[in-house]
């Protein structure tokens, strides 16, 4: 406990998911946390943190936020889409909205909160990416499998850009984990399954090297890892957390 004391961190997606269980652990571990999401009802049981709504897609509401917040320690990054489909069931519209949800909002928040963060000598930025990237392709994750790679690149190009300036700009990149939406493209699935929802969840734990799918509190103790001193020596790189589905 106390790993992230006096450090101010801000966190997108919080309502949910990994979003959530990365801000409950930062409050947990001792930082002043501002959470935010789209849905601010999603944040009302959100225990010690500065809730807020936000759409990571309004580059105006990210600016004034961010001059409202102030300098942070801290840039939580994990606002995010998953589209099914192949190139074929990928309109403009779907592309443009996976990009602007799953990339941009991450340019948004990261050119509005990196000029205090400079000021102030330094800080730590996480992306959440995926295995499902430029690190492995998946069936049906066409357009999700390249918004993914291209914030690994992005990841890299912040952290070579800002390595001298005490910026570390690290990505996690979680393999199937347990969240709302996840359960939701399992219930999609088991809608055309004779099995139904057991079915389709086995589907998805058979397909895991370890047997059983990762938790986001799995993946919120490697989001503190990587906001805390002890990465100090860690930048630009890809953290897989996905119980070896990438080997």
Avoid at 135 to 155: C, D, E, F, M, S
Wanted: glycine share 12%; with cysteine.
């Amino acid at each position: 406990m106390g790993r992230l004391t006096g450090k101010k961190a801000f966190v997108t997606a919080a309502g949910q998911g990994i979003g959530r269980a990365v801000a409950e652990a930062f409050v947990a571990e001792g930082a002043t946390v501002v959470a935010t999401d789209l849905d601010a009802d999603k944040l009302s049981d959100l225990q010690g943190a500065d809730c807020r709504s936000l759409d990571a897609r309004d580059t105006a509401a990210v600016n004034a936020m961010a001059a409202d917040v102030g300098a942070i320690d801290i840039l939580f990054n994990g606002a995010g889409f998953v589209h099914h489909g192949t190139v074929l069931d990928c309109d403009e519209d779907s592309w443009d909205f996976s990009f602007d949800l799953n990339v941009k909002s991450m340019h948004r928040t990261i050119r509005a909160f990196l000029p205090a963060m400079l000021d102030a000598g330094g800080g730590s930025i996480i992306n959440v990416s995926s295995g499902a990237s430029s690190i492995k392709g998946a069936p049906n994750r066409y357009v999700y499998g390249t918004t993914k790679a291209a914030v690994i690149g992005l990841t890299k190009a912040v952290s070579q850009d800002f390595i001298r300036q005490g910026i570390r700009c690290n990505a996690i990149c979680p393999g199937t984990i347990v969240s709302p939406s996840l359960m939701g493209r399992i219930e999609e699935l088991g809608k055309t399954l004779d099995g139904g929802y057991d079915e389709a969840e086995k589907l998805f734990i058979d397909r895991q090297p370890m047997g059983r799918l990762g938790t986001a509190e799995e993946v919120a103790m490697l989001a503190v890892y990587l906001a805390s001193d002890e990465s100090r020596f860690t930048t630009g790189t890809t953290q897989l957390i996905d119980g070896g589905w990438t080997l």
